[in-house]
């Protein structure tokens, strides 16, 4: 069990993040989405116990029974080209027999080559998945944080398959950060956030196929189709009215003066949170 409390979170004086309460049982898979600087990377930073040396203070707690690990972000530099893969994950720990196994349950099938490959002899996805293999010898819950921005669309599905695996096969736990929504082709736990908050967290599925919240509306409203052969940004067109209490009243059909006045509560309505009045 995860359970993660963040009251406040900052940079500084800046703060980021406000709010964040939720928890996860063994074998969730959680996917958090949210526009450039909406938090994810912060909240990532501080799950995995990593945030003191990012200069993020926060108040709250973050409880786990299992071992967090951060699956990186930066394949290329995550991996030393001087060594073989064997070396690399033997650093993490010696049992050849684990390291083997790990190997297998990402997807290898000719392990000992792998083991002898250095990194330039790894395709991109190839060397995602020796980065998750690697925390999966760190872990057992997985966090990958924008993993995919540095690989191609279909490598992409791939590895979001592969996580699919990992949580229903060896009931990883995983939180899984995007801003392409486009990937969130699992059964499990979606959390949408805005400006630090959390605007909409619930069933993934039930989200998807009926959201709630005018953000989430607008962004699963313009998923781009099948064949198309580039994902648009899509958090950038979202219009934003930084003035009122509720920034979303541009894009909400049932926006209300009331909106533009008092911030809207985080509530449960539906077995999901919304922040809305309505
Ligand atoms: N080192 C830093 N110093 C000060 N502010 C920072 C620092 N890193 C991030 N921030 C700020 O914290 C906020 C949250 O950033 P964070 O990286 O968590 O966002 P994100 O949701 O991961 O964005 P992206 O999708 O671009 O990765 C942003 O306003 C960002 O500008
Ligand atoms: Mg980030």
Redesign the pocket.
Known sequence: MLSIDIKEAF?GT?K?LSNINLQLNDGDILAVV?E???????IAKIISGIYKF??INFNGSVHSDKKISFVPQNISESLDPLFTVEAQMREINDDMELIRDTLLKVGFFDVERVLKYYPHNLSGGMKQRVLTAMALLEGDVLIAD?FTSALDRTTKFQIVELFKKLNEEFNITIIFIT?DIELLRFKGLLMVMHMGEIVEFGDADSIKNNPYHPYMKFLMGSIPKEDMHYTKDRFKEVSINKTAACPFVEICDNSQELCYKIKPELKEHDERLIRCHF
Not at 36 to 42: D, E, N, P, S, V
């Open positions: 940079y800046k980021v949210g450039t600087g909406a938090g994810k990377t912060t990012y200069g924008e801003h």
